[in-house]
């Protein structure tokens, strides 16, 4: 899943079948590439808007490759001393976060663990050491939870996670949607089935309900250039919002 999409932003880290898979795709869905653009975009300007407002700890689950605006750049422009735990499973992702965050301190480490047990996640020694749980956090859920099925209980992770934040947290999730392009939902979802985890698009009412337990702030659940938008951000989606393919939101725990 990371090295698809390291491929549709540009970047080096992925293998010949990595190609071959983002390939496929892009021909039913050539603004994916986009789209992803579009959503690491959003991870930016979701994460500054909550440093400026108070957030100093920051949990990023199914981080993905570093790239360009990683979570500590964006959060440290604003709060120097502001903590960050990454956790993938993709050792490729391991290795490279590692490499990138070997000069940073104790305010930033990587986890190896899988969203699909919060617990085992909320109790790894290194999330206990960085993340204060009993002040706010910022809980980043970008671009992941559409590789968790139904069967895997995608309400229950997030219950596990948001009953273990303090008032005052966020949840910042985006998520692809079965509303989007059908052609492109159909022959996506195909080409993910191969991948490490199948891809398991959501409407957006079934997006909004993974927000339960939090209030979203304006703008609400809304396509990705439509979050706060900055005009860098957005230029290839001014015309049609929905072609970004990806709902999201942010959340506040009250």
């Not at 590439?33 to 959503?39: H, T």
């Not at 706010?136 to 992770?157: K, M, N, Q, S, Y």
């Not at 989606?237 to 072609?243: E, I, L, M, T």
Request: a negative charge; one cysteine or more.
């Amino acid at each position: 899943m990371a090295r698809l999409y390291d491929y549709y932003l540009g970047g080096k880290d992925h293998f010949p079948a990595d190609r071959e898979a983002a390939e496929q795709i892009l021909k039913v869905a050539p603004e994916l590439r986009a789209a992803a653009r579009a959503n690491r975009a959003f991870l930016g300007r979701a994460v500054r808007h909550l440093a400026e407002t108070g957030i100093t700890q920051f949990l990023d689950i199914g981080t993905g490759l570093p790239t360009q605006g990683n979570v500590h750049e964006v959060a440290k422009k604003v709060v120097p001393d502001a903590k960050v735990v990454y956790v993938d499973r993709d050792p490729v992702v391991l290795v490279h976060a590692r490499a990138l965050l070997a000069d940073q301190g104790g305010d930033t480490t990587v986890i190896e663990a899988d969203v699909r047990d919060p617990a085992a996640i909320l109790a790894h020694p290194e999330v206990t050491r960085t993340i204060d749980f009993s002040k706010p956090v910022g809980l980043l859920l970008v671009a992941i939870l559409h590789f968790i099925t139904e069967a895997e209980r995608p309400d229950e992770i997030l219950a596990t996670l948001r009953d273990a934040l303090a008032p005052g947290s966020y949840l910042v999730l985006s998520h692809g949607t079965s509303d989007a392009r059908a052609a492109a939902v159909d022959r996506g979802t195909q080409v993910y089935q191969s991948a490490s985890a199948p891809l398991t698009l959501r409407g957006r009412e079934r997006v909004r309900e993974l927000f339960e337990g939090f209030t979203l702030i304006d703008p609400g659940l809304v396509w990705l250039p439509e979050w706060r938008p900055e005009q860098a951000d957005v230029i290839d989606f001014v015309d049609d919002p929905a072609s970004s393919l990806i709902l999201c939101g942010v959340g506040r725990k009250g």
